[in-house]
């Protein structure tokens, strides 16, 4: 079974980038529908992006469109998240997940209440 270790939250400012990445333990990581989840207290986990098995199909939230880019090395066991223009609403902790039986990365958008790994999250803060 795919195991999921995020890295690379940490505190910037507003402007900055950050790049966070998910590395997957196991033999079956191309498998795997990636995506990236964020969440603040007491709220829902929300979608940021997804990517597809081969890395061809990305979707991003609209809130995050043209800042943040998503991709995957295969060869790697990685998927990356690239955050550029960061603002104060950006603030909250990230997640990987991965998921064999969404069909697609479309799907996986709304499916956070069902996908099937989840890393442990990496909090990112960004000041105003």
């Known amino acids: 079974q795919v195991q999921l270790v995020e890295s690379g939250g940490g505190l910037v400012q507003a402007g900055d980038s950050l790049r966070l990445s998910c590395a997957a333990s196991g033999r079956t990581f191309s498998s795997y529908v990636m995506g990236w989840f964020r969440q603040l207290p007491g709220k829902e986990r929300e979608f940021v992006a997804t990517i597809s098995r081969g890395g061809s199909n990305t979707y991003y939230a609209d809130s995050v469109k043209g800042r943040f880019t998503i991709s995957r090395d295969n060869a790697k066991n990685t998927v990356y998240l690239q955050m550029n223009s960061l603002k104060p609403e950006d603030t909250a902790v990230y997640y990987c997940?991965?998921?064999?039986?969404?069909?697609?990365?479309?799907?996986?958008?709304?499916?956070?209440?069902?996908?099937?790994?989840w890393g442990q999250g990496t909090l990112v803060t960004v000041s105003s």
């Open positions: 997940a991965a998921d064999q039986t969404t069909p697609s990365a479309l799907v996986m958008r709304g499916r956070a209440r069902y996908l099937e790994l």
